[in-house]
């Protein structure tokens, strides 16, 4: 299970958000991906889960071995990719705890007591409240509520490949302990990962097997994690 991303090119409204930007996330890796405000970190992610908004110009997205360019967004999720929103809209008047299950109705053979059991234990580790899960979908959520709930929602849909947008913003040391705890299982049982963060505090607890930096929508660099204290000591202007 394999999502190769061959040489393409992302337009935005006019412009090329991303230039012939080449990856490939294997079942159970964990690549992440830093650079500057702007790069094309979520332009990337948006074109590879087919936004409407990110038009494909050049290149092809392939997806266990197919491409995937000719499918709608929500075909490409049911084929198992995952999108946290680095913004998570609010859904008022849809529970969190419906909203969770028809996740994993849609997405997974699991019977919803059994995900709903899971999903309880994970707001435990999360130190959440024993009613947030009747709440609405991110109504009046905390920044950090609001990442907590992008892992529920990836933990009810197990996908195959997650790609995850700043999903650290926000959140505390604690449950930020608690998410890369999370996230190392995924991994562990064969989910692929594409990591986005400014911050290296959750690749110093769920460390990347690849490291990738992005600048003005071209990959300029890739490595082992060591690339990470490179970036932390020297910056994105000096070259890793």
Known sequence: ????????????????????????IRKGEIHALMGPNGSGK???????????SYRVTKGDIIFNGKSI????????ARLGIFLSFQEPPEIRGVSMS?????????????????TMLRISDHTKKFGLGAHFLDRSVNDGFSGGEKKKSEILQL?????????????????????????ARM????????????????????????????????EHGVRTASGTRALIKKVEKEGYRKKP
């Open 1 to 24: 299970m394999s999502l190769v991303i061959k040489n393409i090119t992302v337009e935005a409204d006019g412009k090329e958000v991303v230039k012939n930007f080449s990856l490939a």
């Open 42 to 52: 979520t332009s990337l992610c948006s074109a590879i889960l087919g936004h409407p």
């Open 69 to 76: 360019l000719g499918l709608r967004t929500e075909e490409r």
């Open 98 to 114: 419906s909203f969770l299950r028809t996740i994993a109705k849609t997405h997974t053979k699991e019977k919803a007591q059994d």
């Open 155 to 179: 933990i009810a849909a197990n996908p195959r490949i997650a790609l995850l947008d700043e999903i650290d913003a926000g959140v505390d040391v604690d449950s930020l302990d608690a998410m």
């Open 183 to 214: 996230l190392k299982k995924a991994a562990s049982q064969g989910m692929g990962m594409l990591v986005i963060s400014h911050s290296a505090r959750i690749f110093k607890r769920c460390a990347p097997d690849f490291v990738h930096i992005i």
